[in-house]
């Protein structure tokens, strides 16, 4: 089936403005996962989900980020109030269940540009 | 908490020579893996290669193979044969929690010559 797919693939926002970005994580994968990932730094961990449940949250760099995965599926994050210093790439990733094991399928990101 | 280190921002190979990239981590975790994974220009990370640090032997993947050396916290990646598909950031990841959330390193660029 498809991969992981991320919507919008690129976003401009005014500083000060919300934005919601978009995953689609393969069909039937329990574990979700958001990275932020700077220009040419590696991705750093933002957020986990098993299944609805959001079990870590401990990368999440302020309280103006948050992120959803109401139905167990589609996952929704959304940065509030946004500032220059979050321009970066966020990326998601699913994995199949829960177990280290399990390969993370990365989608191809939504690059953020904050204004 | 974990740390992983790529001291190794940039590396040039000839096509169908051998290049090895670097990798360090530090952790006192005893059991967890440790993985390669390929970034192209289009950005779409892909697993490469993984090691589950309990395993003495060194795991392989057609062209790609790891050097894992666990007591000096060491998880180099050996690309042979290299093909100008190769060429893209790689990235180093740790892996130590029960539910795959992933340290990467800084990365380190690839390029091959024709």
Known sequence: ?115 | AQTVTQSQPEMSVQEAETVTLSCTYDTSESDYYLFWYKQPPSRQMILVIRQEAYKQQNATENRFSVNFQKAAKSFSLKISDSQLGDAAMYFCAYGGTSYGKLTFGQGTILTVHP
């Not at chain 1, 990932?37 to 870590?56: H, K, M, R, S, V």
């Not at chain 1, 321009?87 to 269940?97: K, N, P």
């Open chain 1, 1 to 115: 089936g498809a991969g992981v797919s991320q919507s919008p693939r690129y976003k401009v926002a005014k500083r000060g403005q919300d934005v919601a970005l978009r995953c689609d994580p393969i069909s039937g994968h329990v574990s979700l996962f958001w990275y932020q990932q700077a220009l040419g730094q590696g991705p750093e961990f933002l957020t986990y989900f098993q299944n609805e449940a959001q079990l870590d949250k401990s990368g999440l760099p302020s309280d103006r980020f948050f992120a959803e995965r109401p139905e167990g599926s589609v996952s929704t994050l959304k940065i509030q109030r946004t500032q220059q210093e979050d321009s970066a790439v966020y990326l998601c990733a699913s994995s199949l269940a829960w177990a280290l094991t399990d390969t993370q399928y990365f989608g191809p990101g939504t690059r953020l540009t904050v204004l």
